[in-house]
């Protein structure tokens, strides 16, 4: 027999939403795939921000609190009420901006 693996055991207990309606499965599939999206933009603009940060002031290297130096746009929570068109809208424009 093959011993378990960790990873497999984990996502496997994963649990999905199901909804029986499939514009509803849609609609959260849509909402999933933003909040995975935001997350990915917060943490970039997270860490682009704390290395031109870090770059401009040495001494800021070590600081836990370096954070809170800054907003992040992305911690907004307007953007999981948006539909796709619209989010991508917003996003890209605060990306070219």
Do not use: C, G
Not at 48 to 54: G, M
Not at 61 to 76: A, C, G, L, R, T
Request: hydrophobic fraction near 30%; charged fraction near 40%; charge should be positive.
């Amino acid at each position: 027999l093959t011993p378990f693996d960790t990873v497999e055991l984990r996502t496997a207990k994963a649990r999905k939403k199901f909804h029986h309606d499939i514009m509803k499965r849609k609609e959260l599939t849509a909402a999933e795939k933003r909040k995975r999206k935001l997350k990915w933009l917060k943490k970039l603009y997270k860490d682009a921000k704390n290395a031109e940060l870090i770059q401009e002031n040495e001494t800021l290297k070590n600081d836990p609190n370096i954070e809170q130096m800054y907003s992040n746009p992305f911690d907004e929570k307007r953007f999981l009420k948006y539909d796709n068109n619209e989010f991508d809208k917003e996003v890209n424009s605060l990306i070219e901006w």
